[in-house]
């Protein structure tokens, strides 16, 4: 079993930047991959970005790349997402997700992962 909590969510103007923070607890977090997703109202869950078990590969969607930055402290058991250059259209609950199982599907995939917080809001507007 995995939980995991995400926080660092919040209101800020367009340019603007915030830090997602995710913490897990549970099973050994340097053994497992972790990604984030997002989804804004009346549109499916997307891939934002993912992030091996070493932190040695990191994954982006083409929408956050050069904006967005994935990592991870095993040693905190925690994973972020640095977002700079916030636009409105980033808009949305942003979810946290670890992936325990070995399958083979893309870490940009939903359903490569099993364990999933709760969200953090994350509005961009002026």
């Known amino acids: 079993q995995v939980q995991l909590v995400e926080s660092g969510g919040g209101l800020v103007q367009p340019g603007g930047s915030l830090r997602l923070s995710c913490a897990a607890s549970?099973?050994?977090?340097?053994?497992?991959?972790m990604g984030w997703f997002r989804q804004a109202p009346g549109k499916e869950r997307e891939f934002v970005a993912a992030?091996?078990?070493?932190?040695?590969?990191?994954y982006y969607a083409e929408s956050v790349k050069g904006r967005f930055t994935i990592s991870r402290d095993n040693a905190k058991n925690t994973v972020y997402l640095q977002m700079n250059s916030l636009k409105p259209e980033d808009t949305a609950v942003y979810y946290c997700?670890?992936?325990?199982?070995?399958?083979?599907?893309?870490?940009?995939?939903?359903?490569?992962?099993?364990?999933w917080g709760q969200g953090t809001q994350v509005t961009v507007s002026s």
């Open positions: 997700a670890a992936k325990t199982r070995v399958v083979a599907v893309e870490l940009s995939m939903p359903r490569a992962y099993n364990y």
């Open positions: 549970g099973r050994t977090f340097s053994t497992y991959a």
């Open positions: 992030i091996s078990w070493t932190g040695g590969n990191t």
